[in-house]
């Protein structure tokens, strides 16, 4: 079975850090790229970030651009986020999410808020 499976959110205080881990199963992770969304209630789903199979070229939302880091270890089939100077409007459930064939895969979240 394809699986993702997020973890690593919580409650921080605006200024902090939190690292997010989606451990992948039932798929060759190391040829796939991965992303990260993150949807905030009552908005849409906004892509946050994308590493390549190959960890070369990352990419980044400008909303995230120097606070987010996204790298992977493909040994063990995980991707991680470092998200650091976390404002209050990075506060959404995570997704990680790749896609396979034609099929979208996707975790069940996890969610990170942020407040004082």
């Known amino acids: 079975e394809v699986q993702l499976v997020e973890s690593g959110g919580g409650l921080v205080q605006p200024g902090g850090s939190l690292r997010l881990s989606c451990t992948a199963s039932?798929?060759?992770?190391?040829?796939?790229?991965m992303t990260w969304v993150r949807q905030a209630p009552g908005k849409g789903a906004e892509w946050v970030s994308a590493?390549?199979?190959?960890?070369?070229?990352?990419a980044y939302a400008d909303s995230v651009q120097g606070r987010f880091t996204i790298s992977r270890d493909n040994a063990k089939n995980t991707l991680y986020l470092q998200m650091n100077s976390l404002k209050i409007e990075d506060e959404a459930v995570y997704y990680c999410g790749t896609k396979i064939g034609e099929e979208t895969i996707r975790g069940q979240g996890t969610q990170v808020s942020v407040s004082s």
């Open positions: 039932g798929f060759t992770f190391g040829i796939y790229d």
């Open positions: 590493i390549d199979s190959g960890s070369r070229v990352p």
